[in-house]
């Protein structure tokens, strides 16, 4: 007893040292990311931008752009994984993500209907104050419509790989759909959803920056509620009820909280791809357990870190050009995704 | 010995069924019964009769159709999800797949009625779990991950986790059915010494009656116009068992609890000696479908003895001698089929 509770006790140690670990590299990266672009600046310079009103280019770019953007980089990095971590463990489904299963793609549809659909003349950058909240709503309702029609789905088919495929198929439709919708909208309406659909972390305005700060908080303190369900929903729904769980209220909460965090993300950022699943995994790898009291935590600090990495790698430093974050995403998550199947014993069956 | 003996579940003409769409489907007639505490029951009955939905009802997971469910004298209906979680403990023949559980974080699931809103394991959480692993033996296992186990161990683990859930009634819904013999009995062991020593109620679903018989306190036999219940040997006195089988095939001997398959009488042949290699030899010759006479026949073996250390069968005009039933019976076959 005496030795198990000492065995306990280090494990404990443990994770605490790798959350402190993984704190300090978000504020290291996020100094990088501040210091590094594609503008050379020195480093005396970026620290007197920050602590001088010196008024000067500079500043403007630390102050205006690279700081913005790396919050944004890092508020987005800790949304999309912590929404794929809810939707692995509610699904009992390893591949499942935002953008795998098409949630991604629903709440762009919700944008698509605010910007082809309703305003003719409204661009993403001019949306402020009540339009930044249209835009980031109407991002929920999309995020939560595919969300519910992969939940009935997948209440009906048990099998992990036909829920993915359907979950493609979904995206290919919905993108098929916003496809008409561009065919009958005018120029102006066109080239306010095409700049959005590119993607980025550097265009929000403050105003957007705080509805997705805003928003994503609120994502965050549920799941921190979520994860005694969570752990419970792991051994499926059944024992969840046996063990005194309301699985449909469990469900309903996550489902919130999962629309909230990956629409609010895609609204304001576009789709950004294979963050949402791998993250989860990297953290379960690290820390070698299931409990949700740790892998949520884990996941909202591991998320942070990455998409931070995403955002430095994107800027080339030392380069002038800018590469798209959703393909450095894309190329951290899918070696991680492909392990995952090819490791698929440990996963196999159900999750 | 058990000083508190008392009704901790009946049942009262309970209907079980789905709905669907708009009609109930009502699986079998109005059941009646009762539980005590610290009593192991066997729910037997033939596949599809409607064992995993009783079990399902009984646990809440699934509405009764009609009728009541008490538990302590309280109906069912006024339980909530989380009340009923300290009354009932529950395992599925789901067998539960996850990567990255230690033994320990499954047991601690059964926790989840106990501990506050985040599920915060506190010392008397710590403990409880810690008794429940040594109690189905497990303590070596503790740091492993559920994914490495057997299934024999397994299924240890998910008993481990509704003992943490400190529950008065465990219902386990074919315990035993994927594990081989040997875990099979060990799981019965543990549930016989769970039900004697820890007072729990254990309702399992089994089709290995004759494991029914020998270790359940009572039997819940499910037929399809009735619930028949009561102790094994009153069951088996009623010859209540013979409602399960095709009374054409299969003969249940009610005087020791085995069953044998109906067959055409091939002969009578007498069996000249004693002991257990009388009783084996009789049932081998049973098997290849001969019965034993009480008097001398055409036909007879001499059993083996001190002096004679093999089987001689004197059939006609030949004698052969054998050195295992297997070659005896071999050559019965032989003998008779030639003729």
């Known amino acids: 007893m005496q030795k198990e509770l000492s065995v306990d006790l280090k494990a404990v140690r443990n994770v605490r040292l790798i959350f402190l670990a993984l704190l300090l590299l978000i504020v290291i990266l996020l100094i990088l990311d501040i210091f590094l672009g594609s503008v050379n600046i020195k480093a005396s310079e970026v620290i007197s931008a920050i602590f001088n009103n010196s008024n000067s280019n500079y500043e403007t770019i630390i102050l205006k752009f690279r700081l913005p953007k790396a919050i944004t980089a890092l508020v987005v990095g800790v949304a999309l994984s912590l929404s794929g971590l809810q939707m692995q463990t509610v699904f009992r489904n390893p591949m499942a993500g935002p953008y795998v299963l098409g949630i991604s793609s629903g709440a762009s549809l919700g944008v698509a209907f605010v910007i082809l659909g309703f305003s003719s003349n409204i661009a993403p950058e001019s949306l402020n104050g009540l339009g930044n909240w249209i835009l980031v709503v109407a991002s929920w309702v999309g995020a939560g419509a595919v969300m519910l029609l992969i939940m009935v789905i997948s209440s009906r088919v048990k099998d992990i790989m036909t829920v993915l495929i359907l979950g493609i198929m979904l995206s290919s439709g919905i993108s098929a759909i916003v496809t008409i919708m561009q065919y009958f909208s005018n120029e102006t309406m066109l080239k306010a959803y095409v700049i959005w659909t590119m993607g980025s972390l550097g265009n929000l305005t403050s105003g957007q920056l705080n509805v997705l700060l805003i928003s994503v908080l609120a994502g965050v303190i549920l799941s921190l509620f979520s994860s005694k369900m969570l752990n419970a929903l792991l051994i499926g729904e059944n024992y969840a009820g046996s063990l005194g769980l309301n699985v449909r209220f469990a469900r309903a909460v996550i489902f919130i909280c999962t629309s909230i965090l990956a629409g609010s993300v895609t609204a304001f950022c576009g789709p950004i791809g294979f963050i949402g699943i791998a993250v989860p995994h990297i953290v379960r790898i690290i820390f070698k357990t299931s409990d949700h009291k740790i892998l949520i935590p884990g996941t909202i600090l591991m998320g942070g870190a990455i998409m931070l990495v995403s955002d430095i790698i994107s800027q080339l430093p030392g380069s002038e050009s800018v590469l798209p974050v959703n393909a450095v995403t894309s190329l951290i998550g899918i070696p991680v995704v492909i392990w995952v199947i090819l490791r698929k014993r440990n996963y196999s069956g159900s999750f | ?339």
């Open chain 2, 1 to 339: 010995m058990r000083k508190d003996i008392k009704e901790i579940l009946s049942l009262d003409s309970l209907k079980i069924g789905y709905f669907s769409g708009k009609n109930e489907n009502v699986l079998l007639p109005p059941l009646t019964a009762s539980a005590d505490s610290g009593e192991l029951i066997a729910v037997i009955g033939k596949n599809g009769i409607g064992k995993s939905t009783l079990l399902r009802t009984l646990t809440g997971l699934q509405q009764p159709l009609g009728g009541e469910i008490f538990y302590s004298g309280k109906n069912i209906r006024d339980y909530s999800r989380m009340e009923l979680a300290h009354k009932v403990g529950y395992i599925s023949t789901e067998i539960v797949r996850v990567s990255n559980m230690s033994v320990y974080d499954m047991v601690a699931l059964g926790r989840f009625p106990h501990t506050n809103w985040i599920g915060k394991i506190e010392k008397t959480d710590h403990e409880k779990i810690m008794d429940a692993i040594e109690k189905t033996s497990m303590k070596r296992f503790c740091r492993k991950f559920v994914s490495e186990l057997s299934d024999g161990e397994r299924q240890k683990v998910m008993i481990a986790r509704i003992l943490a859930q400190d529950t008065g009634i465990m219902v386990m819904d074919e315990p035993t059915a994927f594990l081989d013999i040997a875990a099979r009995y060990e799981i019965l062991h543990l549930l016989h010494l769970l039900s004697g020593s820890s007072n729990k109620t254990i309702i399992f679903s089994t089709h290995d009656l004759q494991m029914a018989i020998s270790q359940s306190d009572k039997i819940w036999l499910l037929l399809d116009d009735r619930l028949i219940e009561g102790a094994p040997e009153d069951l088996m006195i009623a010859g209540a068992f013979d409602h399960l089988f095709d009374s054409s095939t299969v003969i249940f001997n009610s005087d020791n609890g085995t069953f044998s398959f109906r067959s055409e009488n091939r002969g009578t042949i007498y069996l000249d000696g004693k002991n257990s290699k009388r009783y084996w030899t009789e049932k081998a010759i049973n098997r290849a479908g001969f019965s034993v006479s009480n008097e001398m026949t055409s036909t007879y073996i001499i059993l083996p003895s001190e002096s004679n250390s093999k089987w001689q069968l004197s059939a006609k005009s030949i004698v052969r001698e054998f050195k295992s039933i297997h070659e005896l019976i071999t050559c019965l076959d032989k003998e008779v089929m030639s003729t």
